[in-house]
């Protein structure tokens, strides 16, 4: 996967994940924090406003959970899809990417030093 604004870095599907965790975990706040807030209202004795506090407050939070989820499970099989289609393209177009060459080895560059091969200057 690649990132949405910069298109070389990648984008993992557990970073994906992580995200969506981390979001979850604040929705789950916010669900608690609102149910709380309802169960206040029910010691208050304000029973309509309990009910829409407790049921909003676990709804909302989920749905809004649950549209993120889906949104990343898209982007996840959007991208796996594009990087298959496009390894076909390669493969059935016959543009294969040309292998790097590697410079002329000399003689020098063949004895190897303590820190490695010794390479020309260039």
Do not use: C
Not at 20 to 27: C, E, W, Y
Not at 56 to 76: E, H, N, R, S, Y
Request: overall charge neutral; charged content about 15%.
């Amino acid at each position: 996967m690649r990132g949405l604004w910069d298109h070389e870095q990648p984008l993992s599907p557990s970073l994906l994940r992580s995200a969506l965790a981390l979001v979850g975990g604040f929705l789950a706040t916010l669900a608690l924090v609102v149910v709380v807030q309802g169960i206040v209202s029910i010691v208050r004795g304000q029973y309509l406003l309990a009910a829409f506090q407790v049921t909003g407050g676990i709804a909302l939070p989920f749905a809004i959970w649950l549209g993120l989820k889906m949104l990343a499970d898209i982007l996840t099989v959007l991208n796996r899809s594009y990087d298959r289609l496009d390894a076909l393209e390669e493969r059935f177009s016959g543009m294969a990417q040309a292998a790097t060459r590697l410079p002329p080895q000399s003689p020098r560059a063949l004895r190897a030093g303590d820190d490695g091969p010794n390479y020309p200057e260039e």
